[in-house]
C-alpha cells in the first residue's frame, strides 16, 4: 500500500544525495513532488528523470521569493500541497574557530546560516497558506551535530541547533493544524557542499569525511546511504501514520548517540566485524 497516494510535498534541495533519495521515495509511494532546486543541471535531470509527477523550480532557498514561486507552481501543478520538506544545506567541512579568520567567520556566518536556518524559516513562511489550507506538515533534515559537537565545525552546528529550536516553535505556534517535526541523519555520502565565502563551494562531504570512517564510528557498523533515511520523513508526512506526533526530532544516525565509552558497542559482533568494535 502506497502511504502517500494523492498527496503533494514541496522539498528545497533535492537535486542530490538525500533530497533526490526523498524525491524518489515519496513518487514510489505515490505522492507528486515539488523541488526548489538551486542548480540549473540538477534541475534539468529531475524533470527528465520523472517526468509528470515533478514540478522543478530553479532558485535559492535564501530568496522569500524563489519560496513563494516553489509553492505556487508546486499548487498550480499538482492543485495544493500537503507537506513542505526544509531539506537545502551547506557543510562547513568542520571548520574550527581556531582555524578560520575573523572576516571568514562574519561572510560564512551569514553565507551559511541563510541556506540552513533562514532559508528553512522563509520556505515555513511561504508554504504557510497552502499548508492551512490542506491542514497539512512541515518536516526540516537536521543532523547528529543538531546534538553533538564535532560533527560539523561551529557554523554548522549552531545552524543546526538553532534548527531544533526552530521547530519546536513552528510546532507551538502552528498548532493544531500544521504538524512541524524533523529528521536528524547521520553522515552519508552525498553531495552537500560547502560556503563559497570558505572556500569550500567545490568541496563535497567525502572530500572530508572518507566513506569508511562513517561506518566505523557508528554502533551498526555500516555507512548508511540516503536512501536509507527516507522511512522517517515518510513516516513523518502521511497523513494515515502520524496524526499524533508535532514537534519531534527522530534521530537516524545508526546508533551513534548511543556509543560506549570504551567501545562503541557491547553487542554480538560477527567474525568479520570484531577488529572494528573498538572506539576509535
Known amino acids: 500500500m502506497s502511504w502517500m497516494k494523492d ?12 533530497g533526490l533519495a526523498l524525491v524518489e521515495r515519496f ?3 505515490g505522492a507528486k513532488v515539488g523541488v526548489l532546486e538551486l542548480s540549473a543541471e540538477k534541475t534539468t535531470a529531475l524533470v527528465h528523470c520523472f517526468g509528470k509527477d515533478i514540478c522543478v523550480i530553479q532558485g535559492n532557498v535564501t530568496s522569500f521569493v524563489d519560496n513563494e514561486r516553489a ?11 500537503d507537506c513542505f520538506i526544509g531539506n537545502a544545506g551547506l557543510w562547513d567541512h568542520k571548520t574550527s574557530l581556531l582555524d578560520a579568520s575573523a572576516e571568514q567567520i562574519d561572510k560564512g556566518f551569514d553565507e551559511l546560516m541563510g541556506v540552513n536556518l ?17 491542514e497539512g506538515s512541515m518536516i526540516f533534515t537536521l543532523s547528529s551535530s543538531s546534538w553533538f559537537s564535532g560533527g560539523g565545525g561551529v557554523l554548522y552546528t549552531a545552524s543546526k541547533h538553532g534548527a531544533v529550536g526552530m521547530i519546536r516553535q513552528l510546532a507551538y505556534e502552528l498548532a493544531p493544524v500544521i504538524r512541524v517535526n524533523g529528521v536528524a541523519p547521520c553522515g552519508m555520502p552525498s553531495d552537500l557542499r560547502g560556503p563559497a565565502t570558505l572556500s569550500q563551494q ?6 572530508s569525511l572518507p566513506l ?3 561506518g566505523a564510528a557508528l554502533p551498526l ?3 548508511p546511504q540516503p536512501e536509507d533515511f527516507t522511512g522517517p520523513y515518510v513516516m513523518l508526512a502521511s497523513r494515515a501514520n502520524n496524526r499524533t506526533l508535532t514537534g519531534v526530532m527522530i534521530t537516524a544516525d545508526a546508533g551513534l548517540s548511543i556509543r560506549g565509552v570504551r567501545r562503541i558497542t557491547a553487542g ?3 567474525p568479520d566485524k570484531k577488529g572494528n568494535s573498538d572506539d576509535h
Do not use: H, N, W
Open 202 to 207: 567545490d568541496k563535497c562531504i567525502t572530500d
Open 118 to 134: 533562514k532559508g528553512y524559516i522563509l520556505g515555513a513562511k511561504a508554504a504557510l497558506p497552502a499548508l492551512t489550507a490542506s
Open 221 to 223: 557498523q555500516f555507512t
Open 7 to 18: 498527496q503533494v510535498i514541496l522539498l528545497t534541495g533535492g537535486g542530490s544525495g538525500l
Open 71 to 81: 509553492v505556487a507552481e508546486t499548487v498550480r501543478c499538482f492543485g495544493k500541497l
Open 27 to 29: 513518487i514510489a509511494e
Open 212 to 214: 569508511e570512517s562513517i
Open 268 to 270: 554480538i559482533m560477527s
